[in-house]
């Protein structure tokens, strides 16, 4: 069968991450149901032939545009794929690939976007203030070519080249990171420490030991910040040309809207109850 690739969004709030694991629940399960269901995936295979996908999210982490290629009959559109994936992952785009295409090798760029609350005036109880030019001024420092093994838990291949970026948004700061790839809980750990500098908790100078070659002290470490807000935004194929499926398209505003009414409407609920607590 022809390789195909499709573009997966999904709310990671419930998941355990993207990628399979025993006795919890991922993406990646859910999609290799919906493709048993279809009759694509053999009950008792491991994976579909050639599948493959962009990488890994961690538990918490949504996506816009995570990528899986594998080889499918020409009717698995991806209206055909939601048809048995639960309403908080839809695929809305799919592609023809080469028969050599991997769906995480041949990425060229990958994009993720962190949706930081960070008031510029202190939010008692809740938020320090964030300097804006403090904050810009610790994403321009760690953007470039860098060996970031003290931020992240990975023991080889840290040597990454970063682009990271922010624009104020009310009281966020909508960074984006690009990078050819990611080690597990990077792009997390920048925030972090991006957010540290910007808030004063720690000087500019931490950046340059955070960079350093020798290891950071478990009591100087960054942990990383939450996953909630954190978003898988573009993942870039030069030789993929992508067609948006108008049904699968439609399908997945109408469940993300409802998910942002809803969200909002939480958020007013809570602040009743706090602004009440006097």
């Not at 998941?15 to 990646?28: A, I, K, L, N």
């Not at 922010?166 to 966020?172: E, F, K």
């Not at 108008?246 to 809207?257: C, G, I, M, T």
Request: proline share 7%; hydrophobic share 40%; aromatic share 6%.
């Amino acid at each position: 069968m022809p390789l195909r690739a499709f573009r997966i969004a999904y709310d990671g709030t419930d998941y355990h991450g993207f990628q399979r694991q025993p006795d919890v629940s991922t993406v990646e399960d859910a999609i290799f149901d919906a493709l048993r269901a279809l009759d694509v995936l053999d009950s008792d295979a491991h994976k579909p032939d050639g599948y493959a996908a962009a990488g890994r999210t961690d538990a918490g982490v949504s996506a816009l545009a995570q990528t899986i290629a594998l080889e499918s009959p020409d009717w698995l559109a991806p209206r055909a794929l939601n048809a048995e994936l639960p309403a908080d992952i839809r695929a809305w785009a799919a592609a023809d690939a080469p028969a050599e295409f991997h769906a995480t090798h041949r990425a060229s760029r990958r994009e993720y976007t962190y949706h930081l609350y960070a008031p510029s005036a202190e939010d008692e109880g809740v938020a320090p203030a964030v300097d804006d030019d403090r904050f810009h001024a610790a994403c321009e420092a760690l953007s470039g070519s860098h060996d970031v093994h003290n931020l992240t838990p990975d023991d080889r291949n840290t040597e990454r080249s970063l682009a990271l970026e922010a624009t104020r948004d009310g009281d966020y700061l909508v960074v984006t990171v690009s990078a050819g790839g990611f080690a597990r809980e990077l792009v997390r750990r920048l925030v972090s420490l991006a957010r540290a500098v910007g808030t004063g908790e720690s000087p500019p100078a931490k950046i340059g030991r955070v960079l350093e070659p020798e290891p950071l002290p478990g009591h100087e470490g960054i942990a990383p910040a939450p996953a909630e807000p954190l978003v898988l935004t573009d993942v870039r194929y030069p030789d993929l040309a992508f067609e948006i499926d108008e049904a699968a398209a439609e399908s997945a505003r109408a469940v993300f809207d409802r998910r942002r009414i809803d969200r909002r409407t939480g958020a007013r609920v809570a602040g009743q109850v706090a602004d009440g607590i006097r």
